[in-house]
């Protein structure tokens, strides 16, 4: 085939649907591999039925594992599924460990590796992800960046410049594409069997969302989490769908029953059209997530990012996000800020205009041309 695309875990499966249409819009042989990090119904399935993303080809069905074994289960699936297929190119999305194992496998074999969303850095490389991000800059042959600050902090660890391309924000190619499509709130809650009373009485609610390790991984840590929340929840009722790595701690460590007792609607992870509706409709956003802090700037919804770093500096300088880590004091200062209408409005980045995909199709189908000619099969 041209390219085979990859995808692993939730994250990637909102950026992958834009590029597989414009591939194939563009006549581009394209197939799919998922390599089963993700695996669960709900982190997983519905995200294809709702994206329209089609089958994978491949399934690698890894699972889950240490960053180790998961990444060179990965790896080791990978590589005959290369000699197989014999792609001109493999292209993987994102910053999760299947987006660096299939890009180590490729480049040692010679074949070409793209990568969308390039450049990102928290420059914290206590994240298992900036790990991923930096090593797999390091061997792509094209990178396709969604913000300026990409272009620097490449150039900086010696990218030749001449690969990037600014090209803009495949997620949010997706998100405009589904934004009629995304499900109101007050189904979502009633399909989950809460109460909607509260939420209405309140006139609104926060979309909150928790899976880094840095958060949820600490007892001490998600214990204050949790105490915070159920008492922003007193001001603004909270809806909380939860990720299996949150849940998990959370009933590890004895805290799922203190959770409930704020006004805090618990579901189980949303599929996108939900996820998107949530934000969409909510007064704020509270998360740990990388993408929803994109998602948010794009929809203009406020977002505190649970965080004290962020890969993605444009939602700062531009948009509607504010860094506020895991401390009580600062996470409840900006929630008041919002809840009393002190918070930026801010602007859609450039590019993030539901074309991303087009571009980098336009740019690969050149770049295929120059490396070598197309042949059968
Ligand atoms: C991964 C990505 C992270 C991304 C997140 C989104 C890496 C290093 N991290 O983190 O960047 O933001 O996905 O979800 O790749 N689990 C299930 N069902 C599943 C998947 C996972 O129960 O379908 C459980 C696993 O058993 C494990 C935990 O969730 O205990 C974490 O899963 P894993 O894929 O290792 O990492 P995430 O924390 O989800």
């Known amino acids: 085939c041209d390219i085979l695309c990859i995808v692993g875990a939730r994250p990637n499966f909102m950026k992958i649907a834009p590029i597989m249409r414009a591939l194939s819009a563009r006549g581009l042989r394209a197939r799919l591999v998922h390599t089963g990090q993700h695996y669960d119904s709900d982190m997983n399935d519905r995200f294809f039925a709702d994206l329209g993303i089609p089958r994978p080809d491949i399934n690698l069905e890894v699972g889950s594992g240490s960053h180790a074994v998961q990444t060179a289960e990965v790896m080791r699936r990978f590589e005959p599924v290369v000699d197989d297929l014999q792609p001109r190119a493999v292209l993987v999305v994102g910053d999760v460990n299947s987006t660096i194992a299939c890009a180590l496998v490729a480049s040692k074999k010679g074949v070409g590796v793209i990568h969308v969303e390039a450049g990102l850095r928290s420059y914290d490389r206590g994240m298992p992800e900036e790990i991923n991000r930096v090593l797999t800059d390091q061997i792509s042959d094209l990178l396709f960046t969604t913000e300026r600050h990409a272009e620097a902090n490449l150039a900086r660890e010696g990218v030749d410049t001449g690969r990037v391309h600014f090209v803009g924000n495949v997620m949010i190619d997706t998100l405009l594409h589904n934004r009629e499509r995304a499900v109101p709130w007050r189904e979502s809650l009633r399909a989950a069997g809460v109460d909607l009373a509260p939420f209405e009485a309140a006139g609104g609610y926060g979309a909150l969302t928790l899976h880094r390790p840095s958060n949820v991984d600490d007892e001490g840590v998600l214990g204050r989490l949790v105490d915070t929340l159920v008492s922003l929840s007193r001001d603004l009722p909270l809806v909380f769908p939860v990720h299996p790595r949150t849940r998990a701690r959370l009933e590890g460590f004895g805290l799922w029953k203190r959770l409930q007792s704020g ?78 209408g002190d918070d930026r409005r801010g602007r859609v980045p450039e590019h993030w205009d539901g074309r991303a995909a087009e571009r980098i199709v336009d740019v690969l189908a050149g770049w295929l041309d120059q490396r070598r000619p197309a042949t059968a099969g």
């Open 263 to 340: 006004r805090i609607a618990v579901l189980p992870p949303a599929g996108y059209l939900e996820m998107l509706g949530l934000m969409r409709d909510a007064r704020l956003v509270l998360t740990d997530s990388g993408g929803m802090q994109e998602e948010t700037t794009a929809l203009g919804v406020p977002c505190i990012t649970l965080r004290d770093n962020t890969e993605r500096p444009i939602t700062l300088d531009e948009g509607t996000n504010v860094l506020v880590g895991n401390d009580p004091e600062r996470i409840v200062a900006a929630f008041n800020a919002v809840l009393a």
